[in-house]
């Protein structure tokens, strides 16, 4: 009477792994290869030719994300265009760079922080989100603290959310940069799921280049998430802080 629960779940569990595998093969090799022709093109259209965007994940596997290189001598502006350009394509999902440059950079224009931005600091001054070893898959543990920061952040929709991923100096600074990366990427996932609007976050990874103050560059406190609020409207001056007549 026990078998046939346990053989239906089997049944499930080898068709789920089915999909998978149907939906990693050629079809998706095929995506990434189209996707991958039509940014080059539209990069070198725009004069933008330095800049490559690649289609695959750091495992191999073909994504919607690409990981943009090159163009390590544009300015601010110019990058925030490739990214964009890229960003625009019928197909993607959204793009980051290999160095880690911030896809959310608001240029020269000044942005507000926003309370939650504090809200969400208090959250992770004594706790953090928490990942499998070498892995960005998120420890069940740190799911608790991932629907706080959803409920701190709440409040502020219709910002700019950052979310950076952080690594200590262990292995190679690329790989740091791919793990730091795909751990931003999976708590934005996770936001997402939990009702924060997809259009209003920005996951960037920036390995160990930015270690905590005060701690030596290899300490594990430094594989961390920090996220950063802002408003979408720049600020303007005030009728006080603009120069009258002379």
């Known amino acids: 009477m026990t078998s046939r629960p346990a053989l239906t779940i089997a049944l499930g569990a080898a068709l789920v792994a089915a999909l998978g595998y149907a939906a990693s093969g050629p079809g998706a090799d095929a995506m990434g290869t189209r996707l991958s022709g039509q940014a080059d093109a539209a990069l070198k259209e725009a004069g933008l030719g330095m800049v490559s965007a690649q289609f695959t994940d750091r495992f191999g596997a073909p994504t919607r994300h690409p990981m943009l290189s090159g163009g390590e001598k544009l300015d601010e502006g110019r990058r925030a265009e490739a990214a ?3 960003a625009s394509l019928p197909g993607v999902g959204g793009t980051s760079w290999e160095d880690g440059f911030a896809n959310a950079s608001a240029g020269a224009i000044e942005y507000e922080p926003l309370h939650c931005q504090e809200d969400v600091e208090g959250l992770l001054r004594t706790r953090s989100i928490r990942f499998e070893e070498a892995s960005a898959e998120l420890l069940p543990v740190s799911m608790i603290l991932i629907d706080e ?15 950076t991923g952080h690594t200590d100096d262990t292995g190679t600074e690329p790989g740091n940069i791919a793990l730091s990366m795909d751990r931003a990427r999976a708590v ?17 990874g920036v390995g160990s280049a930015e270690p905590v103050e005060g701690l030596a560059p290899n300490d594990p406190a430094n594989r961390r998430i920090e996220f950063s609020v802002v408003r979408i409207e720049p600020l303007k001056p005030t009728p006080v802080d603009t120069p009258g007549p002379r």
């Open 188 to 204: 934005r996932e996770a936001l997402v799921q939990r009702g924060i609007p997809r259009d209003g976050l920005r996951a960037q």
């Open 149 to 163: 920061v959803a409920d701190a952040l709440r409040p502020c929709l219709g910002s700019i959310i950052a979310i």
């Open 84 to 86: 964009r350009l890229v």
